[in-house]
């Protein structure tokens, strides 16, 4: 039970530091997060090539 209460207490600490992202924020993440989609993506779709290729 003490564990819980101490977890329970550590994500209100947490909760109470966090702060909304400004817009230029969210925008930089979001443009970081559809890059390294896309490269994922490219890196599969490039593997799918070579394997039916041989």
Same mark, same amino acid.
């Not at 977890?7 to 817009?23: A, S």
């Not at 993440?29 to 290729?53: D, E, P, R």
């Given at each position: 039970?003490?564990?819980?209460? =101490?977890? @329970? ?8 530091? *966090? ?10 993440? =979001?443009? @970081? ?8 993506? *490219? ?12």
């Amino acid at each position: 039970m003490q564990k819980l209460k =101490s977890f @329970i207490v550590q994500c209100v600490r947490v909760w109470h530091i *966090l702060k909304k992202p400004t817009k230029q924020e969210f925008l930089m993440i =979001s443009k @970081i997060s559809a890059l390294g989609i896309l490269a994922i993506g *490219l890196v599969g779709f490039l593997i799918g090539i070579i394997m039916k290729m041989f």
